[in-house]
């Protein structure tokens, strides 16, 4: 397939998260669109990784070309699930002191 | 329309329409599985690129164990109801309305851009996905940052931990 649409699905899902950020007040949502606007990255990440093995594999049939592409998608979602196990704590505990999860109860820092 | 253009857009429908479920759904358990529908169309998409091993780790790391922890705080905190309060509706018009924009921005930055005309992504073959080759790399050319990722699980457990004890 054509590069472009990879990258124009990854665009609409990661501007999809961005509205799911900026709409929704409920900080579980908020959470979850955040989750979603990484996975367009990494969807993206590995399309291009699949390019440039393309491009390379028309010179050379063995290479390993794109395989870093892989790799680093590969962290994100080492470095995604420590994210989620300390957010979803900091929610537990803001859910705990102010019994609601809604990210407008936290203005505190405002006055 | 061969078989594998069918399947990427398939894929690609289900992904944006279960994305704007997420959002749309009131209920956050429906979220969290709508998700769950983003996630796995996602996975497809890897296996049609032939990048197996991240398609795998895709559907067990997001999918199996992500999820499940969001599931359980949702139902830990009793949220399964719908407990939104209505936001003023010219915010959500403007949160939707700017995101649009950089959409639009980069659609039509990306249409002009002269490097990614005629560049394909290889379909359902090279072998550079396969469980093999990205082994090698992580153990030999990747060990250190493999080696602190675990550091990072253990500070982000004991963070964990130390955020959610009771006091």
């Known amino acids: 397939m054509p590069i472009q649409y990879y990258i124009f699905l990854s665009l609409a899902l990661f501007c999809i998260g961005i509205a799911g950020v900026l709409t929704r007040r409920n900080a579980i949502i908020i959470f979850m669109s955040i989750e979603l606007m990484l996975n367009a990255v990494n969807l993206l990440l590995v399309a291009f990784s699949k390019m440039h093995h393309a491009v390379a594999s028309a010179v050379d049939k063995v290479n390993t070309v794109g395989t870093d592409g892989q790799i680093f998608v590969f962290f994100v979602m080492v470095v995604a699930a420590a994210e989620v196990s300390v957010g979803l704590a900091i929610i537990v505990m803001m859910y705990r002191n102010a019994h609601s999860v809604d990210v407008n109860f936290l203005n505190r820092l405002k006055n | ?167």
Do not use: R
Request: aromatic share 10%; charged share 10%; with cysteine.
């Open chain 2, 1 to 167: 329309m061969n078989v594998i253009q069918i399947l990427f857009w398939f894929l690609s429908a289900l992904a944006l329409v279960s994305a704007l479920m997420v959002l749309l759904s009131k209920n956050p358990v429906h979220s969290v599985l709508w998700l769950v529908g983003v996630f796995f169309a996602i996975s497809g998409h890897y296996i049609l690129l032939n990048a197996q091993f991240i398609a795998i780790v895709n559907l067990i790391v997001y999918a199996g164990a992500i999820m499940v922890l969001f599931l359980f705080v949702i139902m830990l905190m009793n949220l399964n109801k719908d407990t939104e309060p209505q936001k003023n509706i010219w915010m959500k018009l403007a949160g939707a309305i700017s995101a649009g924009c950089f959409l639009m921005i980069l659609v039509s930055l990306i249409k002009q851009a002269p490097e990614l005309q005629a560049k394909t992504a290889m379909m359902k073959e090279g072998d550079i996905g396969l469980i093999g080759n990205l082994g090698k790399a992580l153990f030999s050319t990747y060990v250190v940052p493999f080696e602190i990722s675990s550091i990072l699980f253990l500070s982000a457990m004991v963070g964990a931990v130390v955020i959610g004890k009771k006091d």
